[in-house]
């Protein structure tokens, strides 16, 4: 019978446990060879609604060594994401949402690729900027040569649908979906107001491949981009309206 109520006792965080989502890689980021972190400041994270399931992966590449000026060449072995002491899960995430990774220790090695996941259902609306403090340990030091925080990255929250009919806009792109891209993508947006926009689409050379002008409404928008005649590859679109632009990537695949 104890048996029988220590099953029904850890049932629930058995489930709990079955519902923390395994991160996934940016293969694409991967293979570019570059280091850094993806989605980098220009794609940023995607946005979510209240009520509804979130999920945003992120790609750690830390590379093999550096270069410090009057101490040559050091190999980096680990990067530390610090957790907030006042609030160690947060990290100014959306409530409702919560962040895990491979490790599980937050310790990214060097010369490897490490990932990260955003995950849950964001229960209040809003703009949210993260805070991801990091400090950087070479070998053969004990103690982190460096710190710094990485602030760039916002979610946006909508509200649920019907909840509210006043909502205060802001001029806002979101990530095109899907992505990666065979033919058709869409690319939503916000605007505070009605506008003319354009929508610019250049290659990873700067040259620019594409632009038109259309009427967008103050509220939710969505862009329709045909990107059939595109060959694979990583490509910029800009979205400019009432002088306002921003910039996001999207990645061809055929």
């Not at 570059?34 to 750690?60: E, H, M």
């Not at 900027?129 to 950087?136: E, G, H, N, R, Y």
């Not at 929508?199 to 700067?206: C, D, F, H, K, W």
């Not at 590859?233 to 990537?249: C, M, P, V």
């Amino acid at each position: 019978m104890k048996k029988i109520y220590l099953l029904f006792f850890l049932l629930p965080l058995l489930n709990l446990k079955a519902q923390t989502p395994t991160c996934g890689y940016d293969h694409t980021f991967i293979a570019s060879g570059r280091a850094g972190i993806w989605p980098d400041s220009a794609t940023n994270f995607v946005s979510g609604t209240v009520g509804q399931a979130y999920l945003q992966n992120v790609t750690i590449v830390i590379p093999k060594d550096t270069t410090v000026s009057g101490l040559g060449t050091l190999q980096y072995n680990h990067v530390d994401l610090q957790t907030n002491v006042t609030n160690p899960v947060n990290y100014g995430l959306p409530p409702g949402l919560s962040l895990t990774g491979t490790p599980s220790t937050f310790k990214f090695p060097g010369n490897d690729s490490s990932c990260m996941v955003i995950y849950g259902t964001p229960t209040t609306a809003g703009s949210y900027t993260l805070s991801f403090s990091l400090k950087v340990y070479v070998v053969g030091s004990p103690i982190a040569i460096t710190s710094y925080t990485v602030g760039y990255y916002i979610i946006n929250i909508a509200a649920a649908s019907g909840i509210s009919t006043s909502k205060n806009y802001d001029f806002n792109v979101m990530q095109n979906s899907p992505n990666p891209v065979i033919n058709n993508t869409a690319i939503k947006f916000t605007t505070p107001v009605d506008g003319k926009a354009k929508m610019s689409v250049y290659n990873i050379a700067g040259q620019k491949i594409t632009d038109k002008e259309f009427a967008a409404q103050r509220g939710d928008n969505s862009y329709e981009f045909d990107a059939a005649a595109l060959e694979s590859g990583i490509y910029i679109y800009a979205l400019e309206l009432n002088g306002q632009k921003q910039i996001r990537r999207m990645v061809v695949a055929k």
